[in-house]
């Protein structure tokens, strides 16, 4: 899950936001089958053997992506993400060097931060499949869940319509790093399954 610290933002889920939230971009990683864990998310291994024999024919966009699970450490996310954002740097899309060595400059559409772009697709951490909404047949559940602890820790916010994301209700004196243990843990709690 992302975190923004300025009320009356919003929180969007995915990786596109991850690139976009300053500070995030230290961390992402981890390696391994999340679905595994959680049989009512779907996996690539499951279906019919022709199901299989065609998704193997067809290469996906993700083949070969680091996949990030829900358990992933602090420091399994910052080894993707550094590997993805050491990717774009040397391949010349700007960074903002003043936010640290790993934060991307997501304003920079130039022909050459494309190109790095995509050629470092292969690189760009997964998001745990129970954060896919395509993946988890019960993400708007575990959203609603996710959002209702986080008011209940103290994070005053409100769903988006489409459970794309959270707004904050006000101002808070919460810490960035509070807000991100609380987050984490949030997001852990509602969507492993645990609480269906």
Same mark, same amino acid.
């Given at each position: 899950?992302?975190?923004?610290?300025?009320?009356? /933002?919003? /929180?969007?889920?995915? !990786?596109?936001?991850?690139?976009?939230?300053?500070?995030?971009?230290?961390? *992402?990683?981890?390696?391994?089958?999340? #679905?595994? /864990?959680?049989?009512?998310? !779907?996996?690539?291994?499951?279906?019919?053997?022709?199901? &299989?024999?065609?998704? @193997?024919?067809?290469?996906? #966009?993700?083949?070969?992506?680091?996949?990030?699970?829900?358990? @992933?450490?602090?420091?399994?996310?910052?080894?993707?993400?550094?590997?993805?954002?050491? *990717?774009?740097?040397?391949?010349?899309? &700007?960074?903002?060097?003043?936010?640290?060595?790993?934060?991307?400059?997501?304003?920079?559409? @130039?022909?050459?931060?494309?190109? !790095?772009?995509?050629?470092?697709?292969?690189?760009?951490?997964?998001?745990?499949?129970?954060?896919?909404?395509?993946?988890?047949?019960?993400?708007?559940?575990?959203?609603?869940?996710?959002?209702? *602890?986080?008011?209940?820790?103290?994070?005053?916010?409100? #769903?988006?319509?489409?459970?794309?994301?959270?707004?904050?209700?006000?101002?808070?004196?919460?810490?960035? !790093?509070?807000? #991100?243990?609380?987050?984490?843990? *949030?997001?852990?709690?509602?969507?492993?399954?645990?609480?269906?």
């Amino acid at each position: 899950m992302t975190h923004q610290d300025t009320p009356g /933002r919003s /929180r969007f889920l995915g !990786a596109a936001a991850l690139l976009v939230c300053a500070g995030l971009l230290t961390g *992402c990683g981890g390696s391994g089958d999340g #679905a595994a /864990r959680r049989p009512d998310v !779907a996996s690539v291994n499951s279906g019919s053997p022709e199901e &299989k024999t065609a998704a @193997s024919a067809a290469p996906s #966009a993700d083949d070969g992506r680091p996949q990030l699970r829900l358990d @992933s450490s602090d420091a399994e996310r910052d080894r993707y993400w550094h590997i993805y954002a050491s *990717c774009l740097k040397d391949h010349g899309h &700007k960074m903002l060097t003043q936010r640290g060595p790993d934060s991307i400059d997501d304003t920079d559409q @130039s022909p050459t931060a494309k190109a !790095a772009v995509k050629a470092c697709a292969n690189r760009l951490p997964l998001q745990p499949p129970e954060l896919d909404r395509t993946k988890n047949p019960h993400y708007d559940d575990d959203f609603r869940a996710y959002v209702k *602890c986080l008011n209940k820790e103290g994070l005053h916010v409100t #769903a988006l319509p489409d459970n794309s994301g959270w707004t904050y209700d006000g101002n808070t004196s919460m810490s960035a !790093a509070h807000q #991100a243990e609380i987050d984490k843990n *949030c997001t852990t709690e509602a969507f492993s399954g645990k609480q269906r």
